[in-house]
Structures are given as structure tokens and as C-alpha cells.
């Protein structure tokens, strides 16, 4: 089984309409995150979460809202959503490691599979 | 302004060739920086992790240069199945908060 899930893996909607997506992780990490993904854009962070009592909004985090549920649940909403929030969204968890020369300490992010969104 | 700046190609290359990226950031006090993988209309996965005395992997050869805020990634012996996009990604100052170059495009050609 996948280590990070997310739901709806495909979904298309309407102007107006309140979609939520949601993030499931099994590998025990503090850290979750969202992004969406466009052409020519790249990812870019909507929201990330620390621990379950901590939420900071990110590059892009206007007409979104999040909910950490639990450590292992993330789930990102739109309340309205528009056109232009048609996109590839990302979840991501971490957890701070000691990785490479001289032990430095990183944080290796490790993606779901993403969750197309269409909004006509 | 774009913190990570990477070309976004596309690189056609014959098999067996060698292929260079290159990859500049903005923010002086990132401390962690990678180059991720992604595959068409699939997440992306950590190729690997960039230190300052440089590390290789395989037939892959990350460096990084502080001072000139430049990272790199070199393919050598390059296979079809490496035909992906590549993402230089650095930290924030307190080693989290990714951000992503917008990739690099490879195509291995037979």
C-alpha cells in the first residue's frame, strides 16, 4: 500500500461549489503539506501543518482552507471553488533526519499521488 | 521573483549521452537543496539530496557552490527510462518550506 494517499484522485466541478480533498499518510511523519501544480509553474506550497495543533498558510493560501484532523490526516478545502483553482494538488509529508557529510539535518518531503481538479 | 531558478528546456539526447542541469536560488540562507524527479503526470519523487562537497549516486552527480548560489545535477550514460523532469528544490532558512525550480524537461531518444 501507498504510504501517502490522497482522495479524490480525479475530480471535475462546478463555479461555486465546496470540494474538499483529503490526504492520508501511514508513515508516521509530523510534518504535512499541500500544493497544487500548473504548467509552467511548478508546485507551490498552499498550506503545511507541523503537528496536529499547527496550520501556516503558504505561498498561495487565499481560497483555500485546511484541516489537520489528525498526524495522519491533512485534508485541504475550496468553499467556493473558480476556474483558475483547476490544477494538480500535491499532498507531501516529512520529518527532520540526519542525512549526508556531517550529518545535516534535512527534511525529505514524499508526495501522494496527486488529485486532478477541474473547475468549470 | 522566482527563488529557484532552473532551464526549463526541453533536453533531447541520444542514449548513452551525457546531460547536464543547472539550477540557481535566491535565498542565501537555504540550507537544504535536492533535485526531485517527476514523471508525466506523476508526483514527484527525491532523486537526491545536494551537499557542499557534492555526492554522487549511479550514474548521477549532484554539486553544489555556495558562494555563486548554484546547483547542479550531471547524468552520465544516459538510459531511456531517465527521460523525466527534473526539479531543483531548495529550502527555506529553517530547513523546511521547499520551493520548487519549475524543472527541467528530459527526453533520452533511442
Known amino acids: 500500500d501507498a504510504d501517502v494517499t490522497q482522495t479524490p484522485r480525479n475530480r471535475i466541478t462546478k463555479t461555486g461549489k465546496r470540494i474538499m480533498l483529503e490526504c492520508s499518510q501511514t508513515?508516521?511523519?509530523?510534518?504535512m503539506y499541500w500544493y497544487r501544480q500548473d504548467p509552467g509553474l511548478g508546485l507551490r506550497l498552499i498550506y503545511y501543518s507541523f503537528d496536529v495543533k499547527d496550520i501556516n498558510k503558504g505561498e498561495i493560501s487565499d481560497g483555500y482552507s485546511v484541516s489537520r484532523q489528525a498526524q495522519a490526516k491533512f485534508s485541504l478545502s475550496l468553499e467556493s471553488a473558480i476556474p483558475n483553482q483547476t490544477a494538480l494538488y500535491f499532498c507531501a509529508t516529512s520529518d527532520l533526519s540526519l542525512s549526508g557529510p556531517g550529518s545535516s539535518m534535512i527534511d525529505e518531503q514524499f508526495f501522494g499521488p496527486g488529485t486532478r481538479l477541474t473547475v468549470l | 521573483r522566482k527563488e529557484v531558478e532552473q532551464d526549463p528546456g526541453p533536453f533531447n539526447v541520444p542514449e548513452g549521452a551525457t546531460v547536464a542541469f543547472n539550477c540557481t536560488y535566491s535565498?542565501?540562507?537555504?540550507?537544504?537543496f535536492f533535485w526531485y524527479r517527476q514523471d508525466c503526470r506523476k508526483e514527484p519523487k527525491l532523486l537526491m539530496s545536494?551537499?557542499?562537497s557534492g555526492n554522487e549516486d549511479g550514474r548521477f552527480t549532484a554539486q553544489l557552490n555556495r558562494a555563486s548560489q548554484y546547483i547542479s545535477l550531471l547524468i552520465r550514460d544516459s538510459k531511456l527510462s531517465d527521460s523525466a523532469t527534473y526539479l531543483c528544490?531548495?529550502?527555506?532558512?529553517?530547513?523546511?518550506?521547499?520551493?520548487f525550480g519549475k524543472g527541467t524537461k528530459l527526453s533520452v531518444i533511442p
Open positions: 535565498n542565501s540562507a537555504s540550507q537544504s
Open positions: 528544490v531548495a529550502s527555506g532558512a529553517g530547513s523546511y518550506q521547499l520551493t
Open positions: 508513515k508516521g511523519h509530523d510534518r
Open positions: 545536494v551537499y557542499s
